[in-house]
């Protein structure tokens, strides 16, 4: 029992988290089809992928854009059959405290975040319910149970996330399709080492393990959600944290 050969569709897939996971499945040896926002993006994707012998390839989505989602979704099943795996990596800040927080930080947050992976899911469901088999994994945050003060925007949409996972596990279980959420804590990417050395230094002393997250840390955990060992776990959020938020 694998998943080898099934089509797995990773957003976000240039660095960080996302080229982790897309690493990973494509060790399980799925087929990964990885997003990026520009072509240049897509090019590294499928070079790395290449380069591993992985099969699949990158593609261009902005999965902001409502008008991209449905395209690139056939364009996979044309190239490579329907979507199976569904990892919705990608994500966005744009940190203010509320007081100052401008409608667009708000919106776009809200659109990239969380309005996307309605829609991802969306163009991916009929696939994985004809084939009766169907992973579905998002990038959660342990800002959607602890909160963060300026990301209100962030915590909002990470657990719209997390609520969106329980009622679609619900809906879908009987056909076979899993619906989970990793979050995960501080883990070393882009998107934290833009953060100030002393914020980090905050961030850190919170966490029991004393250090940050590896991006494979986060890959394991979803890849496990991904495989057929992790076939009876739907509904669920999987802390990824080092222990920074026990709940
Ligand atoms: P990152 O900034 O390094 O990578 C984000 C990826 O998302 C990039 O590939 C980027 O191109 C892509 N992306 C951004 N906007 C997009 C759009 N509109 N359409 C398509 N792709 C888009 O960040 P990361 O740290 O690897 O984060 C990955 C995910 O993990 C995000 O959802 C983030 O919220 C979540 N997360 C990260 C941390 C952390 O500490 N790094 C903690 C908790 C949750």
Known sequence: MSIE???ALVTGA???IGKAIAQELGRQGAVVVGTATSEKGAEAISAYLAEAGFKGRGLV?????AGDIDQVVKAIQDEFGAVQILVNNAGITRD???MRMKDDEWDSVLNTNLTSIYRVAKACLRGMTKARWGRIVSVSSVVASMGNAGQANYAAAKSGMEGFTRALAREVGSRN?????????????DMTAALP???KAHLQAQIPMNRLGQPEEIASVVGFLASEGGGYVTG???QVNGGMYMG
Not at 61 to 65: G, H, I, Q, T, Y
Request: aromatic share 4%.
């Open 236 to 238: 669920e959020t999987i």
């Open 96 to 98: 203010n405290i509320l």
């Open 197 to 199: 050395d002393e914020q």
């Open 5 to 7: 050969g099934k089509v």
């Open 14 to 16: 240039t660095r960080g």
């Open 177 to 189: 399709i899993t619906v989970n959420c990793v979050a995960p804590g501080f883990i070393a990417t």
């Open 61 to 65: 989505l902005n999965v902001a854009d």
